[in-house]
């Protein structure tokens, strides 16, 4: 493994003009971030049935003292909030597992079990925090569970808590919001392959952790690499107010669809004056578009959610928690935090949009931008996670597109194609290098990552170009205030230097396809079908779920696979018979898998073949810093 380098001049300069011009004295969040601390889980950390190990807090035992100029100050505060760890009491009645992975998970006793909001990433990581729960809350049962939102590190660790057979019997109830199902498996299938590599760089789950490594994501650590699960609801909330009660405790719902996720709901616990926020309110701003890929979030209806959540609930709230971070406490404490997160949102879209009507294009928006103080010195709207820059051009997407209106813009060459044109304008790879050198020696680190990446592009093998390319993200890296932008500037340092480190956790696990309906599975297998082998191929095929009683025909023509539940004239090639649970095998692609499964094929048995030849799955170790 490579050495890492030193933190040069610039960033140091630029390191503690960060701790002059923040209000480093105010540490309310630590005591926030500490109060009602039951235990801690010595050590903290978890493994696999395997033996190896899925989460380690105690990795981040250097978060100690003042940060070093290779972490940027801010950053390091952040960090050192999310690392502490342990089962809180935040109310009495209502206890948080806090660094056991990504996410918080919530234990809300009732009668005589809990109801458990949000259940980490991995199951390993989610029964750990059971057992730390029970260790000093007694072995109560698990009376059900709630799903805040679509995102996998809230339903990853279900089976860590409870089994699928609790829920099939009735012994345990699962709710979510509406479209959850929908929402939650596709979007770890469609584009699970591209958005696992890209999060193994947004989290940096592969990273060395110390001072000039990973240091935290800014929502949280990082995210565990156990088992992730899924154990689809039972229940769905579809409006605001349904209240339900399980083992007595009460839960008004509050839907916020579109905001953080494109499923949300909040959780309002009247009996014990709480406020679960799921993810809409945590103690940073949020990313509006994740750098791991993922549709824009909308930004107007979340601040407008957060308005409604305070006129709702905001007289009654004495604390608000989280699916992240810590909580906090006082009615006008958590009136003022509710605001400042609205206002956040609010502000950034409501300027993005006055500046794109003047002309401006996203990434001149995002240089323009200035927060109002009392938001740019506010610790919970800091962009630890989300960021000024890339969610004002999430913004600026999300309404007019990729393309900022100037015709040289709208047919670029690729990247590969540009960069070789770059290194001829420069006078070669050489000259390139040079000038991302001089570049680099002057502090102006954005424009030596430009110059050194085309020269990367136009020879991936030039030795030179690839070593100031990684010293470039590394000292970009060490200035980020941005969790997310430290892990991916670091991640691609640490890949030019060593090679790939591929995808530590893949959220398309087997239990979320399993969970496909036959329609999101046709889709996902359409996606693999590489469009030009399969141009001249024709073929149909009936596929019939036994036990549920539908019949689908599927057909490949001009590179397309479609599907309809509709009869269909003439006869297909070939007919597949299998049960709702034995279907999904059909994405993988491998006819042994489907005899594996007892799936039965009647006809022209070489139309599946013919169909699974054509098929091109994603490849989870593509290039990202290199062509």
Request: aromatic share 8%; charged share 20%; with cysteine.
């Amino acid at each position: 493994m490579s050495t890492p380098k030193p933190v040069t001049p610039t960033i140091t300069a630029q390191q503690q003009a960060l701790r002059e011009s923040l209000p480093f004295s105010d540490t309310q969040d630590f005591d926030d971030a500490t109060r009602g601390l039951v235990a801690r889980r010595t050590p903290n950390a978890v493994t696999n049935d395997a033996g190896e190990v899925v989460w380690d807090n105690d990795t981040y035992a250097f978060l100690d003292g003042d940060a070093p100029d290779t972490v940027n100050p801010s950053l390091w505060r952040q960090s050192q909030l999310s690392a502490i760890q342990g089962l809180f009491e935040v109310v009495p009645g209502i206890y948080q597992v806090r660094g056991m992975d990504l996410s918080n998970t919530t234990f809300v006793e009732g009668d005589e079990g809990v109801v458990v909001i949000d259940t980490l990433l991995s199951n390993e990581t989610g029964a750990a925090a059971l057992a730390l729960y029970r260790e000093h809350r007694g072995d109560r049962p698990v009376k059900a569970i709630v799903y805040t939102h679509s995102h996998a590190d809230h339903f990853g660790g279900t089976k860590g808590f409870v089994s699928a057979e609790d829920v099939d019997s009735g012994r345990v109830k699962v709710f979510a919001p509406e479209g959850f199902v929908e929402h939650a498996v596709s979007e770890n299938v469609y584009a699970g392959v591209a958005m696992n590599r890209r999060a193994a760089y947004m989290y940096g789950a592969a990273l060395a952790r110390g001072p000039q490594g990973q240091v935290g994501a800014g929502l949280g650590q990082t995210i565990s690499t156990g088992v992730v699960s899924f154990i689809p609801p039972t229940d769905t909330i579809s409006t605001t107010g349904h209240e339900e009660v399980v083992d007595g405790v009460r839960m008004v719902f509050q839907m916020a669809p579109g905001t953080e996720a494109p499923s949300e709901m909040l959780i309002h616990l009247p009996d014990f004056h709480a406020l679960c926020a799921a993810e809409d309110a945590t103690h940073t701003l949020h990313n509006l578009l994740t750098l791991r890929g993922a549709v824009v979030r909308d930004p107007h209806a979340w601040a407008h959610y957060l308005t409604e959540t305070i006129d709702l609930f905001g007289g009654d709230i004495e604390v608000v928690f989280a699916s992240h971070h810590w909580p906090t406490w006082g009615k006008e404490r958590v009136v003022a935090y509710l605001q400042n997160q609205r206002d956040i949102y609010a502000y950034l879209h409501d300027q993005t949009l006055r500046l794109l009507n003047k002309g401006l294009t996203g990434p001149e928006i995002a240089e323009e931008i200035q927060l109002p103080p009392a938001l740019e010195n506010a610790w919970n709207a800091r962009g630890y996670y989300g960021s000024i820059s890339h969610n004002v051009k999430a913004i600026y997407q999300r309404y007019l597109g990729w393309f900022d209106g100037n015709p040289a813009h709208l047919w670029e060459h690729t990247p590969v194609e540009r960069a070789k044109r770059y290194a001829k304008l420069a006078g070669g790879v050489d000259a390139l290098v040079a000038n991302a050198r001089e570049a680099f020696d002057a502090g102006d680190f954005r424009w030596a990552a430009e110059a050194a990446n085309h020269a990367v592009f136009a020879e991936p093998d030039h030795a030179a170009a690839r070593e100031l390319l990684a010293d470039t993200y590394e000292q970009l890296g060490y200035g980020s205030e941005n969790g997310t932008w430290r892990d991916f500037y670091l991640s691609g340092a640490t890949e030019l230097r060593d090679g790939q480190f591929g995808t530590p956790t893949e959220t398309n696990a087997p239990d979320v396809i399993a969970n496909l309906s036959p329609e999101m599975l046709f889709d996902a297998v359409a996606i693999q079908v590489n469009g030009p082998k399969a141009w001249d191929e024709r073929l149909a095929i009936d596929v019939v779920v036994s036990d549920t009683d539908q019949r689908y025909r599927v057909w490949l023509a001009n590179g397309v696979l479609s599907y309809s539940a509709a009869p269909q004239q003439g006869d297909a090639d070939a007919t597949i018979t299998a049960t709702r649970a034995s279907l999904p095998a059909l994405a993988a692609g491998d006819p042994a898998a489907l005899t594996a499964a007892g799936i039965q094929v009647t006809g022209d048995a070489s139309a599946l073949g013919r169909l699974t030849a054509v098929l091109d799955p994603g490849d989870k170790n593509f290039a990202i810093v290199t062509p």
